[in-house]
């Protein structure tokens, strides 16, 4: 049995020499400032949740990641994990109460929970036709303001390690992660790709919300945002481009493992923030599917993952 079976990823947390290219990249990418302090950024998406996103001034490093609990006695049963600290009160903007553990690879990871809820923000009124279904917006026009992607919430999280066969376990044992996908290299216990959801029983989840990626080294390999449509991604690419000064990495395309329309780019210190829509949901009845690496890390259409993807991290 797991030591509690998280609900959610929370937020991503890095550090960042300057909050105002933080928060203007982050801004172009799509999110909204929910609170800034002298030493932290809180940005938050269109759902309700404070925030999904911080970071704190100091030299460029990735400190860790957060997932939601269900109760609090899910945080006192974490608590008692060898290594976590005791219940706190998190004193920063959204609140809420978290237990903190270092992982594996020495970065912060938190369990938390009651974050303070904000109004939804409203997002484009975007309804598509489709072939078999053409009058879904029979009479009304489609008129799409341009701007940045709307980010509606965090997605998952990718963490580059050599040994992800073996790595992924312990986050699994902490969190009840259950694994959609392994994709392998040469043999089958050459595990490169590992791809776990959270487990909520019959409730449909993402198909990925953590990942660890085999690599030479150890470090993020990317933050993931969902955002509100196709449309959407194709947006805030444009916005994104036009801005002229942040490095795109790959995309656009549709994922096979997760079939997420995707879009990568990196922030001003070679962070990479993943824009997606349309993922495929699973719950617990679905089984592991192993995969050689030529089935699993394809694209159903779009150009094909580069190097510098597959060998990114930044620790
Ligand atoms: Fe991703």
Redesign the pocket.
Known sequence: MPVVKVTDIAYGRLQSPSLDEAEEFLTNFGMVRSERTRDALYMRGTDPDHHIHVTHLGPSRFIGLAFFVESEEDLARFAKTPGASGIEHLDEPGGGKRVRIGDPHGYQMEVLCGMQQLAPLPTRRNVLNWGDQKLRRAGELMRLARGPSQVKRIA?A?IMTPDARERIKWYREMFGFVCSDEVYEGTPDNIIASFNRCDRGETFVDH?VF?CIKGDKVGLN?L?FEVQSIDDVMLGHEHLKRAGKYRHVWGIGR?VL?S?V?D?WQDPWGRVH?H?TDTDVLNVHHRTNVMPAAEGLVSQWGEPVPQEFISHAIP
């Open positions: 998952h990718v990925h990942l990317h993931s994922h997760g997420q995707y990568y993943e997606w």
